[in-house]
């Protein structure tokens, strides 16, 4: 019994480490937020290129009082990053004129996505900031 239990805890500590964004992924987020002007105006579709693979994706709609909306791009999933203490994350504000073409909706949304999905869906909108 005492080996299962070691071996569960072994499994669970290394599910929850690879999770995390390693050092080089830290130090990509790290220059991006340096140098945020290298990135404004970009797509989405290219901007995901220069970030490590995202594995969550918050949007915060920045509805009626401008055209933009808010993305967060974590490197966890959804229920990990609300947990986490120390989130790693990148956010950036996108021209979202075009949303309205994609049923979204005018409230906060959450979705687990990988890169490839995040491009295929939001893609064409374009990074308008790079937020601190």
Same mark, same amino acid.
């Given at each position: 019994?005492?080996? $299962? +239990?070691?071996?569960? !805890? =072994? =499994?669970?500590? =290394?599910?929850? !480490?690879?999770? #995390?964004?390693?050092?080089?992924?830290?130090?990509?987020?790290?220059?991006?937020?340096? !140098?945020?002007?290298? @990135? #404004?105006? =970009?797509?989405?579709?290219? %901007?995901?290129? !220069?970030?490590?693979?995202?594995?969550?994706?918050?949007?915060?709609?920045? %509805?009626?009082?401008?055209?933009?909306?808010?993305? $967060? /791009?974590? %490197?966890?999933?959804?229920?990990? /990053?609300?947990?986490a203490e120390k989130k790693d994350r990148i956010t950036?504000?996108?021209?979202?004129?075009?949303? &309205?073409?994609?049923?979204?909706?005018? @409230? +906060? %949304?959450? #979705?687990?996505?990988?890169? @490839?999905?995040?491009?295929?869906? @939001?893609?064409?909108l374009k990074v308008v900031? $790079? &937020?601190?």
């Open positions: 019994m005492k080996s $299962i +239990l070691l071996i569960f !805890s =072994l =499994l669970s500590s =290394l599910f929850l !480490s690879s999770q #995390e964004l390693d050092h080089d992924g830290k130090k990509q987020i790290e220059k991006i937020k340096g !140098s945020p002007k290298t @990135y #404004e105006g =970009l797509s989405v579709s290219k %901007f995901l290129d !220069s970030i490590p693979d995202i594995k969550m994706l918050r949007i915060i709609p920045n %509805f009626p009082l401008s055209s933009s909306s808010t993305f $967060i /791009f974590g %490197f966890t999933d959804n229920k990990t /990053f609300s947990k950036i504000v996108v021209n979202a004129s075009n949303l &309205n073409n994609k049923n979204f909706p005018s @409230y +906060l %949304f959450k #979705e687990d996505i990988d890169k @490839y999905d995040a491009k295929r869906k @939001y893609g064409d900031q $790079i &937020n601190q």
